[in-house]
C-alpha cells in the first residue's frame, strides 16, 4: 500500500458522512473515503519515522545499493533511443539511484543540487489512470512528457502546467530543484477513481495522483495552492522530516500550506495584505457554504455548511486540545502556526516569500528543526533565523507573530 497525504482532511470527510442532509450514497462514500484517509495516514506516519531512523543511523553501512549504477539510469533517462514510457521509468528508477548513493555518502539528502540550479530543466510526466481505483495500475497511460505540446484533456494540461508553476517557484526564489535537490521527475496521474473528490502526494510511489472530483469538491488539478501543498510534502522529507502526529504533524501540514498559500499569491501577484490567505479556495464547488478548505488569516471561517459541518481549524494554543482523531489533530492544529504566518507576512510586509517565506525555508533547512518539533521549539528557530538573516526587528516580528496565537516562552 502506498502513503499517502491527502488534500481533504478527514475532520471534513467525518462531517459529511454522518450529516443527514447527504444522501445515503454520499455518507457511504465519505465513510469509504474516511477509513482510507485513516489507513494511509497510518502508514505514513510509519514512513516519516522510517526517514527519520535512516537519517539517525546515517553512520551506517546503507542496507541496499543500486545494482544497476546512477550513470546508466541517467543516460537512458535522456536517451532519444528509447520511448517516453522508457525514459520516465528510467527517470523514477534514477531518483532513487540516487537516494541510495546520497545516503551511503552522507546518510542525509545532498544539501546542494546536483546541477546549477539555472541550467537544470524542469522534468514532468502526466498519466491517465482511466478511472482506475487501483493503486497497482498507477501511473496508467503515459499522456504528456516534458516538452511535449498540450494535449485535448484540459486535466492532462492543467496538471503538466501547474506542477511547472510549483517546481518553478522553487527554483526560482528558494534555489531548490525539484522535490529533492536533484532534479527527479515529478509524475502526476490525472482521472484517478470514479468521481473522485480528493488528491494527493502518494510518497511510496513519488507522485500526484487527482481525482476529477465529485458533488461537492473538485478542480485539483487547476488549483496552484492544492499542488504545492501536496508537492510540499515531498520537499519536506528532504529537509525536516517531521513525524505525522500531535504538534510535529500539525508543523508538517502547515508547512505546507505556507509554501502552498506563496505560490498562489505568486500566481496571482498579490502582497501579503492584498491577499485571501484562503487553501483550497477553487476546490469547492458551487453551492457549498464556505470559501475554501481552510483560512490562514482566520482558521475556522473557511466553511459552515450542514453537509460538511463547521471548519473547526483553531488559531490559538489557548484552544488547543490533544486529541487521537486525525494524528492528534494534524489538519486542526495546523491553524495555529498558519495564523503565525499571516501574521507575520502581514507585519513584514510586501510579498510573503521576500522574507517570511525566506525565513520559514531557511528554518526547514536549518537542521535545527527535529522530527518531534512542537509549535515552540520551530517558532524559537524561526526568531533565531530571522535575526541572523534580516536582524533583531525582523526577530521581534516574528515572536510577536507566534506570541499573537498563544506560542509564548514562559518568562
Known amino acids: 500500500m502506498a502513503h499517502r497525504c491527502y488534500i481533504i482532511p478527514p475532520h471534513l470527510l467525518k462531517a ?20 482510507s484517509h485513516e489507513t494511509h495516514s497510518a502508514k505514513r506516519r510509519l514512513h516519516l519515522e522510517a526517514v527519520v531512523q535512516s537519517r539517525r543511523a546515517s553512520r551506517a553501512p546503507p542496507p541496499t545499493s543500486p545494482f544497476v ?36 555518502k552522507e546518510g542525509i539528502e545532498a544539501a546542494q543540487p546536483d546541477a546549477d540550479a539555472s541550467k537544470s530543466t524542469t522534468k514532468r510526466s502526466v498519466y491517465d489512470a482511466e478511472h482506475t481505483s487501483s493503486e497497482g495500475k498507477l501511473p496508467g497511460k503515459l499522456v504528456r512528457a516534458e516538452g511535449n505540446k498540450a494535449v485535448t484533456d484540459k486535466n492532462v494540461n492543467e496538471a503538466y502546467d501547474n506542477v511547472g508553476t510549483v517546481l518553478q517557484f522553487y527554483k526560482d526564489k528558494f534555489k531548490w530543484i525539484s522535490i529533492d535537490n536533484k532534479n527527479s521527475i ?10 473522485y473528490e480528493n488528491a494527493f502526494w502518494d510518497t511510496e510511489e513519488r507522485q500526484m495522483v487527482f481525482g476529477d472530483g465529485g458533488e461537492f469538491l473538485g478542480n485539483f488539478v487547476g488549483s496552484i495552492d492544492v499542488i504545492g501543498h501536496e508537492l510540499t510534502h515531498a520537499v519536506t522529507e528532504h529537509t525536516s522530516p517531521l513525524n505525522y502526529q ?60 450542514p453537509r460538511f459541518g463547521k471548519d473547526p481549524q483553531v488559531d490559538n494554543m489557548k484552544n488547543y486540545t490533544p486529541t487521537f482523531e486525525d494524528n492528534g489533530g494534524v489538519h486542526i492544529f495546523s491553524g495555529i502556526p498558519n495564523k503565525a504566518f499571516y501574521l507575520a507576512s502581514k507585519a513584514f510586509g510586501g510579498y510573503s516569500w521576500e522574507k517570511a517565506g525566506q525565513i ?11 522530527e518531534n518539533s512542537t509549535f515552540l521549539q520551530f517558532a524559537d ?31
Open 16 to 35: 459529511i458522512s454522518e450529516s443527514s442532509h447527504n444522501s445515503d450514497a454520499i455518507r457511504q462514500s465519505a465513510r469509504a473515503a474516511l477509513i
Open 69 to 104: 549504477p546512477s550513470s546508466v539510469l541517467r543516460s537512458l533517462s535522456q536517451s532519444e533511443h528509447v520511448d517516453e514510457e522508457a525514459r520516465a521509468r528510467a527517470a523514477k528508477d534514477l531518483e532513487h539511484a540516487l537516494y541510495l548513493e546520497a545516503r551511503a
Open 186 to 195: 515529478v509524475i502526476s496521474s490525472v482521472h484517478f477513481g470514479d468521481m
Open 246 to 305: 500531535g504538534q510535529p504533524g500539525a508543523l508538517n501540514e502547515h508547512v505546507s500550506d505556507v509554501f502552498g498559500i506563496m505560490i498562489k499569491q505568486k500566481v496571482q501577484n498579490e502582497t501579503a495584505a492584498s491577499a485571501d490567505w484562503l487553501i483550497g479556495e477553487d476546490c469547492i464547488l458551487p453551492g457549498v457554504k464556505g470559501v475554501a478548505l481552510r483560512s490562514m488569516k482566520a482558521p475556522g471561517t473557511a466553511y459552515n455548511d
Open 360 to 370: 520559514w525555508w531557511k528554518t526547514m533547512r536549518s537542521g535545527q528543526v527535529s
Open 381 to 411: 528557530v524561526t526568531v533565531d533565523i530571522a535575526k541572523k538573516e534580516f536582524g533583531a526587528d525582523a526577530a521581534k516580528t516574528v515572536r510577536k507573530a507566534w506570541d499573537d496565537v498563544g506560542v509564548t516562552r514562559s518568562l
